[in-house]
């Protein structure tokens, strides 16, 4: 079963995908949109599910340090009934929190000597990457 994980920003989206059998994630590609064209990405998102034989999303839903849900977890929320909405239901969507993926992502980038520029360019991607991995190994240890 694969699966893909999603870190949704206002202007981006950053994907990531998993192998067949559901266990390692890696970085997919990047989804830029006009800011808050939400329909837009939830239908390239169904598209590439579709492409990929993907079944099962796992969509990053941000929260306050304290565990409360603000606009931006709403936001989450919404798109995920998109996407249910745009599949007829075919797809199933968890939500994963997310909180401090960024922060993670940013340091392992930054020991990697990567430049600011391709920071800039793959931190949502492997946000992505990071929402999914911890949602994997969570399901694996079931």
Same mark, same amino acid.
């Given at each position: 079963?694969?699966?893909?994980?999603?870190?949704?920003?206002?202007?981006?989206?950053?994907?990531?995908?998993?192998?067949?059998?559901?266990?390692?994630?890696?970085?997919?590609?990047?989804?830029?949109?006009?800011?808050?064209?939400?329909?837009?990405?939830?239908?390239?998102?169904?598209?590439?599910?579709?492409?990929?034989?993907?079944?099962?999303?796992?969509?990053?839903?941000? &929260? +306050?340090?304290?565990? $409360?849900?603000?606009?931006?977890?709403? %936001?989450?929320?919404?798109?995920? @009934?998109?996407?249910? =909405?745009?599949?007829?239901?075919?797809?199933?969507?968890?939500?994963?929190?997310?909180?401090?993926?960024?922060?993670?992502?940013?340091?392992?980038?930054?020991?990697?000597?990567?430049?600011?520029?391709? &920071? +800039?360019?793959?931190? $949502?991607?492997?946000?992505?990457?990071? %929402?999914?991995?911890?949602?994997? @190994?969570?399901?694996? =240890?079931?």
């Amino acid at each position: 079963m694969k699966y893909i994980g999603l870190d949704l920003g206002s202007r981006t989206c950053g994907i990531a995908i998993s192998d067949e059998l559901g266990m390692i994630a890696r970085s997919y590609d990047t989804l830029r949109f006009d800011e808050d064209n939400y329909d837009w990405c939830a239908n390239k998102v169904v598209e590439i599910c579709n492409k990929e034989k993907v079944t099962s999303v796992v969509l990053g839903c941000p &929260r +306050h340090m304290n565990g $409360d849900f603000g606009i931006r977890a709403q %936001i989450s929320k919404d798109f995920k @009934d998109k996407i249910l =909405s745009l599949s007829d239901n075919k797809i199933s969507v968890a939500l994963e929190d997310e909180r401090l993926t960024t922060v993670i992502v940013d340091k392992a980038m930054i020991e990697g000597n990567y430049s600011r520029k391709k &920071r +800039h360019e793959k931190k $949502d991607e492997m946000a992505a990457v990071v %929402i999914l991995q911890g949602y994997l @190994d969570r399901k694996s =240890s079931f």
